[in-house]
């Protein structure tokens, strides 16, 4: 079984080497650069955002700061984008919804856990901790509630621990996708300052690249097809 994937591993490598040259010479380099800076050490999860232009926001902070997955729970409000500010970061990400319940919090959160995530609710009603106090040693879950209420009483008693970010003004709190940038591009600082361990494998790396090519290059799906009508070996395997 073992000699099995790694003929399948060799197969996937040959499509994705085969894809990976009608990229321009910047774009390879672009890819291979940013796949390197991605991250799941650490995660977003997003309960009940309703309002489209911050929902847009914070997926285009996760991008810049280089996290590759956002949880996004809809119990009552469906996430919705506004395309001119999210400015195509969807197309980068891996969006992972949980909508099937009337309350689906729980459910995110104990998926992540079972994943060995630690799960950190921001919230202003908290003196405890700040961002630059989590940990992480262990993979880091940030979850941000809805602009009006934030996190639901669920959210804050079934996270690992709360946190704030510490303000010197009259308003009790930020905009949600202000909050995500400045706990993010803290996180992101730190990751790299504290030497953590955070890249991807070089596998997902590999699937990264690949993804993004697929979404990229024109007519990349015939391309496909023509490699493997031409390596039927690797279509009856892939």
């Not at 669920?154 to 706990?183: K, R, T, W």
Request: proline share 2%; with cysteine; net charge negative.
């Amino acid at each position: 079984m073992k000699g099995f994937f790694y003929t399948l591993e060799l197969m996937r490598q040959d499509l994705y080497d085969y894809m990976f040259d009608f990229l321009t010479e910047e774009r390879k380099e672009r890819f291979t650069t940013i796949a390197g800076n991605r991250t799941r050490h650490v995660t977003v999860v997003l309960e009940d955002l309703f309002q489209s232009h911050n929902a847009s926001a914070v997926l285009r902070s996760c991008d810049c700061f280089g996290i590759q997955d956002v949880h996004i729970i809809e119990n009552r409000n469906e996430y919705t984008l506004n395309k001119d500010i999210d400015m195509g970061s969807t197309k980068w990400l891996h969006l992972h919804k949980y909508s099937e319940k009337e309350n689906n919090t729980l459910d995110c959160i104990n998926h992540l856990k079972s994943k060995g995530y630690k799960v950190y609710a921001t919230t202003p009603h908290t003196e405890m901790n700040t961002v630059s106090d989590i940990p992480l040693d262990d993979k880091v879950a940030l979850m941000f509630g809805t602009e009006l209420t934030g996190l639901t009483d669920e959210a804050l008693e079934a996270a690992d621990g709360q946190v704030v970010i510490p303000m010197y003004g009259f308003m009790e709190s930020f905009n949600i996708s202000v909050s995500a940038a400045l706990c993010l591009s803290e996180i992101a600082n730190r990751l790299r300052k504290e030497h953590i361990n955070f890249e991807l494998s070089e596998a997902e790396k590999m699937e990264l690249i690949y993804e993004w090519t697929m979404k990229t290059v024109k007519t990349s799906f015939k391309i496909k097809d023509r490699f493997l009508q031409e390596n039927p070996d690797n279509k009856n395997n892939l």
